[in-house]
C-alpha cells in the first residue's frame, strides 16, 4: 500500500509552483496522490484576508480536477475556526493509514511550533521540500532530525505576486493554470 501526501495550504490562488513541486514530491516518495488541503484559517496568518472557501475551492477544482494524482478536500473548511493540521490528519488516518504530511523547508525551523507536533510526527511522516538555494538552517532541533528532505525545484512563483499582478493589472499567463487564470477574472478576485 502506498502513502497519500497531504499538502496544506491557503492556496489563494493555487498555482503552477505547487503543482510542479507536488509532482516532484509525489514521484520522489512514489505516492499514491496528493491531497491539497486549503486551510479555513492558518494558525501562522492569522491576521491575513484571503478570498472565500468557495472560491479557493473552485479554483483547487479547475486545477487538479484532470489529474489522476492529485485530489483536494475542503475538510478543514468545513470545520470553523483555526485549522490545525493534527485534527485534519486525525480525521484523514480513518481512510488511508499511511500518511505523509508535505511542508516546504521555511516551515521546519518553526514547526516546533504547530499544534501537538509530536503527535503529527506518530500520524504522519514529515516530508520537507527543500530547493538547492535555500540556506541551512542553523538550529537543528528533533523535528528537523525526523523529517524527511526531497530536493524539489526551485520555481519562484508566490501567490502574493499573483494577487498583486492581478490588482495591478498585469499579466499572470504561465503563473496559474488557464483555467484558474479565467477564474479569477470573472470573478473579479484581488482587485482591491
Not at 44 to 56: G, L, V
Request: with cysteine.
Amino acid at each position: 500500500m502506498k502513502a497519500v501526501g497531504i499538502l496544506g495550504g491557503t492556496f489563494d490562488p493555487i498555482h503552477i509552483g505547487h503543482l510542479i513541486t507536488a509532482q516532484k514530491v509525489l514521484e520522489l516518495r512514489n505516492l499514491e496522490k496528493i491531497i491539497f488541503i486549503p486551510c479555513n484559517i492558518s494558525p501562522h496568518k492569522t491576521e491575513e484576508k484571503f478570498s472565500s472557501a468557495e472560491h479557493r475551492l473552485n479554483m483547487l477544482s479547475l486545477a487538479l480536477d484532470e489529474i489522476p494524482y492529485f485530489d483536494y478536500s475542503d475538510i478543514e473548511l468545513k470545520r470553523s475556526g483555526i485549522s490545525y493540521m493534527i485534527d485534519t490528519l486525525k480525521e484523514l488516518k480513518k481512510d488511508s493509514p499511511l500518511l505523509e504530511l508535505i511542508i516546504g523547508y521555511d516551515n521546519i525551523e518553526k514547526f516546533y511550533t504547530w499544534k501537538n507536533p509530536d503527535e503529527i510526527l506518530s500520524d504522519a511522516n514529515l516530508i520537507v521540500m527543500k530547493r538547492k538555494v535555500e540556506k541551512e538552517i542553523e538550529v537543528k532541533d528533533k523535528y528537523y532530525n525526523s523529517a524527511i528532505f526531497v530536493e524539489t525545484p526551485f520555481v519562484d512563483i508566490k501567490a502574493t505576486d499573483i494577487r498583486n499582478r492581478v490588482n495591478n493589472n498585469l499579466p499572470i499567463d504561465f503563473l496559474v493554470t488557464p483555467e484558474v487564470k479565467n477564474y479569477i477574472y470573472e470573478n473579479n478576485l484581488y482587485k482591491s
